[in-house]
């Protein structure tokens, strides 16, 4: 008798301790997927950012520092269009062109004024936080370089007590540097392991 509940017991204590590790795996598992998802959708923002950015500079020849000027640039600036018709480099053929605008939020946000007011806001922050935004121009190799680095500043760390990345994996998302003119983005969370 004394065996059969032993054994009862330790089946309990063997399916009872199977279910832990199976969670503890499954929430890791989980946990991934979801900063993927999260990490993926900020990835997409900041790169509209970057071409609003790129967008500012082609008419400003400076990246913006400010959001409230990138913003406003982003709602009412223009973007200029040229149309060449002809090759410039044939001599012997008359060159047109043809200069028309549009307009920025037509161009890269399809109309979407809420889209460039939330431009700012990372996506799925507990803290409605805003993308760290930088500009200046740098001396890269005797040449002034226009530069500008935007950064999430409220990474996604599966322990909340996490202040530190632990791995290159952790580290904040980041396009554009401030010491060369890269105007990549640092890890890519979309890119296959």
């Known amino acids: 008798m004394n065996i059969q509940i032993i054994r009862v017991v330790l089946w309990v204590v063997i399916a009872f301790l199977a279910y832990k590790i199976v969670s503890v795996v499954y929430a890791d598992i989980r946990f991934s997927r979801i900063k993927a998802m999260k990490e993926t959708a900020r990835v997409e923002r900041m790169e509209k950012i970057r071409s609003l950015q790129f967008a500012y500079r082609d008419q400003y020849r400076k990246f913006s520092k400010e959001w409230d000027e990138l913003l406003q640039y982003g709602k009412e600036g223009k973007i200029m269009i040229i149309k060449t018709t002809g090759d410039p480099n044939d001599t012997t053929i008359e060159v047109k062109r043809d200069t028309s605008y549009i307009s920025v939020i037509d161009s890269l946000f399809q109309g979407n004024k809420a889209l460039v007011d939330s431009l700012p806001l990372i996506p799925y922050s ?13 001396n890269l190799r005797q040449v002034m ?32 540097n401030m010491g060369t003119a890269n105007y990549d983005l640092n890890r890519d969370p979309r890119l296959k392991k």
């Not at 507990?126 to 740098?138: G, P, V, W, Y």
């Not at 500008?148 to 599966?158: A, E, G, K, L, M």
């Open 126 to 138: 507990k803290t409605q936080a805003k993308f760290a935004l930088e500009a200046d121009k740098i």
């Open 145 to 176: 370089v226009d530069v500008f680095q935007i950064t999430d500043t409220d990474p996604i760390y599966q322990d909340p007590e996490q202040k530190e990345p632990s791995g290159p994996d952790e580290y904040p998302l980041q396009i554009g």
